[in-house]
C-alpha cells in the first residue's frame, strides 16, 4: 500500500459497494423523522432553561455542603499550641512585614493571633430574673 492507494481487492469491493442499488425511505418516513426533530429540539430549546438552573442550584448546594463538611472537620486553630510569645514581639514582627500599618493596629493583630481560639467573641452575660422590671416594657404601659 503505497501512496494512499488500495490493494487491487480492496478497490473492486469499493466498485462493487458502489454499483449496488440502494434503497431510499419512503417519503412518508422522511417527512415524520425530520418532525421528530424539529419538535425535539424546541423541547430542549424551551427546557434547557430551568434544567441548567436546577444544575446550577445543584452545584451550588454541593459545594456549600463540602465547604461546610472541610470547615467541620478542621480545628481551626490561629495559632501553633505550647508558644506565648510576649504580644510586643509579635505587633513587632507584624510591623517588619506590613511597614504600612500603624503601630496600634499590628499590636491588635497582635492581641488576636496570640488568643488564638481561645478569644470568645461573646461574653457571657448573668441572666436576669423575670420579675425584673426592666424586662417589662416601656415606663407607664
Not at 434544567?51 to 467541620?72: P, R, Y
Not at 481551626?76 to 513587632?92: D, F, N, Y
Request: proline share 9%.
Amino acid at each position: 500500500m503505497t501512496n494512499g492507494q488500495l490493494p487491487g481487492d480492496l478497490q473492486r469491493l469499493e466498485r462493487r459497494l458502489a454499483r449496488r442499488p440502494r434503497e431510499e425511505p419512503p417519503a412518508a418516513l422522511h417527512g415524520r423523522v425530520m418532525a421528530g426533530v424539529e419538535a425535539a429540539l424546541r423541547r430542549q430549546r424551551s427546557g434547557g432553561g430551568w434544567q441548567m438552573l436546577a444544575a446550577a442550584a445543584a452545584a451550588v448546594l454541593i459545594w456549600l455542603n463540602l465547604s461546610l463538611s472541610a470547615t467541620n472537620a478542621t480545628d481551626g486553630s490561629l495559632r501553633p499550641r505550647g508558644t506565648r510569645e510576649p504580644v510586643e514581639q509579635i505587633a513587632r514582627q507584624i510591623e517588619r512585614l506590613l511597614p504600612d500599618l500603624p503601630h496600634e493596629e499590628a499590636r491588635r493583630h497582635a492581641v488576636l493571633y496570640q488568643s488564638g481560639c481561645d478569644l470568645v467573641p461573646c461574653p457571657r452575660v448573668a441572666a436576669r430574673l423575670v420579675s425584673d422590671p426592666t424586662l417589662a416594657g416601656p415606663p407607664g404601659w
